[in-house]
């Protein structure tokens, strides 16, 4: 692996908007360079350590599902080398970790679905036996497998927020009702097929997070990246147990780390600067990404 990438620093484009892990840069006024750095950020708070490589297996998993899943919707790829639009001593800064992309006008809110009973679904789910308002049966574990995947929408936060989970109504209310069932139609069709590959591969994805836009004739297009261990729950099939925490290729090492972490004798509160990550643990992600996308593309 190349040297890790904390932040990108182009001269000969201009800087649209740093994410918690993606470094967006404007190519005219209809297309985005966006470079995958080796940022991670966990509970929202992006950590100071690189994980040396993660933005290029960040890219590679994202390209091979958009050319997976490209007969389900139009995604925002323009086929273009991004080496072609920088200049030769910044190649090195997007080689193997950037994508060219149409530049469309995003959708405010995060087209999430489950499939799985997990994380902050699980914790509402105990409280109400619902999910973002989706009524769910009775007697569900932690982890268990839900009857049908369910479409639990978020509003986007800013940096250093948190998403917040929200209902399909509400969600009709934001960007239209005939766009959210639409967004929900496609977004439980990608899942399902995404979801059904990677069973294959000995691999549970849990849930995931798609973005769409629109593009200039309003057409929605799948956008940003897409089920990555960074926007999914990756299990493997063979630690899965319901009722537990299946061990996972996604942040989960990490987020369980940071969970038993101190900052001067105090538990950590989850907001920046994050205390500074161990070698051991920076290396296990690292492994992790590694092995999620071996184990997909092989």
């Keep these: ?34 470079i995958a750095s080796d940022r991670l950020s966990a509970f929202d708070v992006v950590m100071g350590e690189p994980i040396p490589g993660k933005g290029e297996l960040l890219t590679r998993m994202a390209l091979f599902w958009f050319d997976r899943l490209g007969h389900v919707v139009p995604n925002h790829l323009t086929g273009e080398a991004p080496e072609s639009v920088v200049a030769p001593d910044e190649v090195a800064q997007v080689q193997g970790r950037a994508m060219l992309v149409k530049r469309l006008k995003p959708l405010p809110v995060e087209a999430v679905v489950r499939g799985y009973l997990a994380g902050s679904g699980w914790k509402e789910y105990q409280q109400s036996q619902s ?39 509400r969600m009709a209310e934001i960007v239209g009702r005939e766009l959210s069932e639409k967004v929900r139609d496609v977004a439980i069709r990608l899942y399902k097929e995404a979801a059904a590959y990677a069973l294959t591969k000995g691999i549970i994805i849990a ?77 296990r992600t690292a492994s992790k990404y590694r092995e999620a996308l071996d184990r997909l593309t092989r």
């Design 1 to 34: 692996m190349a040297t890790a990438l904390l932040q990108s620093s182009l001269h000969s484009l201009p800087l649209l908007a740093r994410g918690k892990v993606r470094d967006n840069y404007a190519v005219g006024d209809d297309r985005i360079l966006m």
């Design 131 to 169: 999910v973002c308002g989706v009524a769910l049966p009775g007697g569900l574990k932690n982890a268990s497998k839900l009857p049908e995947p369910i479409f639990t929408p978020a509003t986007k936060a800013e940096m250093g927020e948190h998403d917040e989970n929200i209902s399909f109504e």
């Design 207 to 283: 849930d995931t997070k798609f973005e769409f836009g629109l593009d200039a004739d309003g057409t929605l297009t799948l956008m940003d990246e897409v089920l990555t261990p960074d926007s999914s729950r990756y299990w493997p099939v063979e630690g899965y147990q319901e009722g537990t925490n299946p061990p996972s290729y996604d942040k989960q090492f990490v987020r369980d780390w940071l969970e038993q972490a101190t900052v001067d004798g105090q538990p950590w509160g989850k907001k920046a600067p994050a205390p500074a990550l161990p070698v051991e643990v920076i290396e």
